[in-house]
């Protein structure tokens, strides 16, 4: 009997609705703006990495409960390195995936011989008339150039520029959200907006 | 700030990525304001304390074996019969009179009660 009790206080899910007021009260307000203030970027930044607008907010919903239980006792000050860590996380986890199904998935369109079926070999020719990025721009779809700017990036090159510059992080904490050393953050940010510069910079003067 | 802070080019990009994130469509705000209130709503939630489930586990696997062996590492008590010694009892072990009164204390109580006769 004791024993149930303790696994049911140890595993209970309900919700207790903290006081206003109390530091609690204070936590959970200051943690919902954050997450209100985080969200869209983070929704972005996930679609920008996985591709699809479904799978990045699944990955953005994955990542805020993962934060919230692993992380909302930590200094407020902490908390945007901690959340892009955990949303790096999930994105690689996405990526991993993402590999194993397309290895079997591959694996069993060439047991089943559906290459020949479903391959079109026109498809991998480049469309010499697709607009570039940079065209893009010039037909005034500067939100389209951006966006397929910033995927054609490596994923670091992409997740050092948006830290930095979008979500305004410095060094230390885009290091501490990517893993990483903070001169590895300096030559992924360099080479993106050498990369980013070559794409869009004539139409941006 | 970092230096690339001040560089317009990089402040038109930023703009314009502020831009992409305002202008989200109804629906995934909806998603995103349903995702922010299940994480709040863990938040609120009692922090799950997975360090106490080997403790539980092992205070349950103590109680069970302490059942299992009780009976064999303590002795069966014998039972102990009641007291039956009584105060007047010791009365009698410390006096001087031989036990053999107290033990033919009802023939000389009988030998009192007859008449003398002479």
Not at chain 1, 179 to 195: D, P
Request: aromatic share 6%.
């Amino acid at each position: 009997m004791t024993l149930t009790l303790a696994m049911h206080w140890m595993d209970s899910d309900r919700p207790a609705t903290p006081r206003a007021g109390t530091p609690a009260a204070r936590n959970h307000d200051a943690l919902e703006a954050f997450l209100r203030g985080i969200e869209r970027r983070a929704l972005r930044m996930a679609e920008l990495s996985v591709g699809g607008r479904e799978d990045a907010l699944d990955i953005v919903q994955d990542c805020m409960l993962a934060f919230v239980r692993n992380y909302r006792d930590k200094p407020a000050a902490d908390w945007a390195p901690l959340f892009h860590r955990v949303l790096d996380s999930r994105v690689l986890d996405f990526h991993r995936r993402h590999q194993v199904r397309s290895r079997w998935l591959g694996w069993i369109d060439r047991l089943v011989g559906r290459d020949e079926v479903d391959e079109d070999p026109l498809a991998n020719i480049a469309d010499a008339h697709a607009p570039q990025p940079w065209q893009a721009v010039a037909d005034g779809e500067t939100a389209k150039a951006l966006d397929a700017a910033l995927r054609a990036l490596p994923n670091r090159q992409r997740q050092a520029f948006l830290l930095r510059v979008w979500e305004g992080l410095d060094v230390a904490d885009t290091a501490r959200a990517m893993a990483c050393s903070e001169g590895s953050v300096k030559t992924h940010l360099s080479r993106a907006m050498t990369a980013l510069r070559a794409q869009l910079e004539h139409h941006h003067g | 700030m970092a230096e690339h802070d001040e560089d317009p080019w990089t402040e038109r990009i930023r703009q314009q990525l502020d831009h992409t994130a305002r202008d989200l469509d109804a629906a995934t705000l909806s998603r995103l304001n349903q995702a922010r209130q299940t994480a709040l709503q863990a938040a609120r939630s009692p922090r799950p304390r997975p360090w106490l489930w080997p403790a539980a586990c092992a205070t349950a696997g103590s109680l069970a074996l302490a059942v299992a062996i009780w009976p064999h590492v303590v002795p069966p008590t014998v039972p102990v019969p009641a007291a039956t010694t009584q105060p007047e009892d010791f009365t009698m072990l410390a006096g001087d009179e031989q036990l053999d009164l107290y033990q033919e204390l009802d023939f000389y109580a009988w030998l009192d009660a007859q008449p003398q006769s002479g």
